[in-house]
């Protein structure tokens, strides 16, 4: 079945790939890119395997860091883990961002961690 047809709201795929430092909670932290965002979702790629196989079996996540123009948006935001594909997985917010998204993929351009 294709994901796509499955989401509940259209995501915005960013133009520029954003870098965010995810924690499990237990002082595990790892390096991901942000391919895509919805209010309610996300779906992220670890930017190294190990750490693909590190977060394989983790249910939860939390946005630990990232870079200043998305940072009151994204800080500390939870996430349930919804699906794996690989290095990628895709994780609904436990509450829904409270900003709109909209010109997200086009007018905001973000730096490496």
Request: charged content about 25%; hydrophobic content about 45%.
């Amino acid at each position: 079945m294709n994901t796509h047809e499955r989401r509940e709201t259209p995501r915005i795929s960013l133009s520029s790939l954003v870098e965010v430092v995810v924690s499990d909670g237990r002082d595990a932290q790892a390096a991901c890119r942000i391919l895509d965002i919805s209010p309610f979702g996300l779906r992220l790629e670890f930017i190294a395997s190990k750490d693909a196989e590190r977060f394989a079996h983790c249910q939860a996540l939390t946005v630990a860091r990232c870079g200043q123009a998305i940072q009151d948006m994204l800080l500390g935001k939870a996430c349930e883990v919804r699906w794996r594909q690989g290095a990628t997985l895709g994780a609904r917010f436990r509450d829904p961002l409270a900003v709109s998204l909209e010109g997200l993929g086009m007018n905001l351009v973000f730096t490496s961690l």
